[in-house]
């Protein structure tokens, strides 16, 4: 990693006194258990998890960079290789497959051109096939950032897909 | 019926701490402050309160548990990982009612002896995360934790935090690993979190629905609680309905309702979308066995079916299923039950942490099999394998995702094997139509 990398990582000085208030939320000496939040807003903030930001945070928290890299591989929510700006998640288990997930699914992969797990050439939209969300009475669903998007249909996801077109960042919210 | 936990939820406003106090709000804890922490343990215990998670362990006998070390801080934990496809009820009573979960955090630790609290909340529900965290910092406001709370002398903190995508984070042990920042991979039992839990302490895991129970036990007290239900299934629950159905959401019901009513009420689920005919129903959750459409509304003794922990259980994994965790999924004519098979047991491969070889590789290759079934290549032999594979899951493995995987294949090929054979017998036929509905098995039933 090169001098340069290492010195755009870090937290604007809001993010670092979050990151003191969730530290301060545990015993001393069990700071560890902020980790998983912590990478969330770590993953807001720069985009994803590569090895120089896991090894941000592992310097945050004082701890050894492979007990971040063991944390953020074992959570599907985290991502160690880079998505695109925007992440189409929908969730394909039982209760929203039988609702209509897959036909969403098939939707969205012949509208964008790619399959589920690719991304966009422009970079901008990954598609993703997720497990179940805690939404299935509001099936198909999907999430994008921390928006669920339930009741979907095929004009529902036009809509999504040209709002989020122009603005990748919509419904982001800091953690 | 009286709802419990949901009769507020459409009151404007109830979110705030302002409204929620106004109608009534943490009266629980100005109650409990002047009880005993064993005066409230025994109104749990007469209450019958069983946990809403999954189990349905008796919140009263959990409790009792709790080693009390002096010197030795414990922990009230509260699940709210939410992850059993087809749940979806304490997403909706945090996002609708939040200050409910944190009064009934508030009564629980007290009656624990906590003075240090967590809930423990699925990361993709982020959404609902900060409203519970705006609720606590309310409640933080109004003296209702913190130091010395309502000038009783107890203290508590309340903390929320996150998982990351996980739904084995939903099982105790495995959440408490999570909870200390790290991989979400079940601890062997013994020692039980009452004894070793969170950082080695003594924690008592409980689930949101069951926590904020214990609101109206206090309220009204156990006796009154266990006088709604029925049997060993006292006071309401929430139901989560999905699936096929007009009217899906969550419900609060009382237990002593027949399958029959909620299916087809209009107060209820309204029957099946479309004018269908129901083929199958799966009632607690992902992880119990699939009922046939003839042992939905009736029991294998043909009496009606109650949406009870002992109604839905009747007749054992023979002829019935479980209530588990309310995740109540109902599938029309139209759907495919070796595909569904299929989704859930990709689930399963998915979500295991991957310790114990029965489970990693077990679900692995029932998903291989499944897979070949489904897209016309199985072949007699691979339903036998199936049972075989999911026998030796069962029972095998460290922690309960095991059975849980087991469990709905077992299900699956007890009940709808004609339709598995159909599969292999028509490959082709089998990718363009549905089976239907499969015919009814009489069962032999043990005299009572
Ligand atoms: C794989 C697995 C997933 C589970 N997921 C949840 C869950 O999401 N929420 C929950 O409350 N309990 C879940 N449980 C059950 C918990 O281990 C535990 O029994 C429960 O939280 C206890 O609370 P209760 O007694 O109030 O039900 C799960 C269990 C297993 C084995
Ligand atoms: S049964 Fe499965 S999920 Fe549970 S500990 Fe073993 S491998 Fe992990
Ligand atoms: S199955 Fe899709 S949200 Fe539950």
């Known amino acids: 990693m090169s001098a340069e990398a290492t010195k755009n990582i870090t937290f604007p000085k809001e993010l670092l006194d979050e990151v003191a208030r969730l530290t301060a939320q545990y015993p001393e000496g069990k700071q560890k258990s902020a980790l998983l939040r912590i990478l969330h807003m770590a993953q807001a903030h720069f985009g994803w998890l590569d090895a120089p930001v896991m090894d941000y945070v592992a310097r945050l928290l004082h701890l050894q960079p492979i007990e971040v890299y063991e944390v953020a591989t074992f959570y599907s929510m985290y991502d160690t290789k880079k998505p695109g700006l925007v992440k189409l998640e929908v969730c394909q288990t039982g209760p929203c497959s039988i609702e209509g997930a897959d036909k969403i699914i098939r939707y969205i992969e012949k509208k964008l051109n790619i399959k589920v797990g690719e991304t ?56 | 019926m009286r709802k419990l936990l949901l009769d507020k939820v459409d009151v404007e406003g109830i979110k705030s701490y302002d409204v929620y106090r106004r109608e009534g709000g943490y009266r629980s804890v100005e109650k409990a402050l002047k009880m005993s922490p064993d005066e409230i343990l025994e109104e749990v215990k007469t209450s019958g309160l069983r946990g809403r998670g999954g189990a349905g362990f008796p919140t009263g006998l ?89 000038g009783s002398g107890y203290d508590l903190d309340l903390t929320i935090t996150c998982g990351a995508g996980a739904y084995i984070c939903g099982e105790e042990t495995a959440l408490i690993e999570s909870l200390e920042g790290n991989r979400g991979n079940p601890r062997i039992k013994p020692p039980f979190p009452a004894v070793e839990g969170l950082w080695q302490r003594p924690s008592v895991v409980n689930n949101v629905e069951t926590i904020a129970a214990v609101v109206p036990i206090i309220n009204d007290g156990g006796e009154e609680y266990a006088k709604i239900g029925v049997g060993r299934s006292t006071g309401t629950k929430l139901i989560s309905a999905s699936g096929n159905i007009v009217n899906p959401g969550v419900y609060e019901i009382d237990m002593n309702m027949t399958v029959e009513e909620f299916i087809y009420s209009d107060k209820f689920l ?76 990709r689930f399963y491969q998915h979500e295991s942490c991957g310790q114990c070889s029965p489970c990693r590789e077990g679900t692995g290759w029932m998903k291989k099999v499944l897979h070949n079934i489904e897209t016309g290549k199985g072949t007699m032999d691979d339903i036998d394998l199936l049972w075989d594979i999911q026998k030796n899951i069962e029972g095998n493995t460290i922690c309960p995702l095991g059975d849980a995987a087991a469990w709905p294949v077992a299900a699956a090929i007890r009940h709808f094997r004609e339709e598995f054979e159909w599969h292999v017998t028509n490959p082709e036929l089998s990718q363009t139509q549905n089976y239907g509905l499969v015919a009814e098995k009489t069962f032999e039933v043990e005299p009572a």
């Open chain 1, 120 to 175: 966009t050439s422009d970079g901008i939209f990954t598609l993703k096939g997720v497990e179940c969300l805690g939404a299935c009475g509001y099936a198909p669903m999907l999430q994008c950032g921390h928006q669920y998007h339930e009741h979907l249909t095929e004009a529902k996801v036009d809509e999504l897909i040209e709002q989020y077109h122009k603005n990748p960042k919509a419904n982001y919210m800091e953690y």
């Open chain 2, 62 to 150: 959990k409790w009792s548990f709790l080693a009390k070390p002096e010197g030795v801080p414990r922990y009230l934990l509260c699940n709210a990982d939410e992850s059993e496809p087809g749940t979806f009820k304490d997403r909706y009573l945090m996002e609708k009612i939040p200050h409910l979960l944190i009064e009934g955090m508030i009564a629980s630790s007290f009656a624990l002896g906590a003075n240090s609290s967590y809930i423990y909340i699925r990361g993709e529900y982020m959404f609902v995360m900060k409203i519970v965290e705006n609720a606590i910092a309310e409640a933080y406001a109004n003296g209702w934790l913190g130091k010395n709370i309502q």
């Open chain 2, 270 to 345: 309204g029957g099946i979308k479309n004018g269908k005919k129901l083929k199958a129903c799966v009632p607690g959750g992902s992880s119990v066995p699939i009922l046939p459409h003839y042992l939905v509304t009736k029991t294998a003794k043909g009496e009606d079916r109650l949406m009870s922990y002992e109604g839905l259980a009747d007749g054992g994994f023979a002829t019935g299923s479980m209530l588990g965790s309310g995740g109540f999924i109902v599938y029309d004519e139209d759907q495919c039950i070796v595909r569904n098979t299929y989704n859930f047991t």
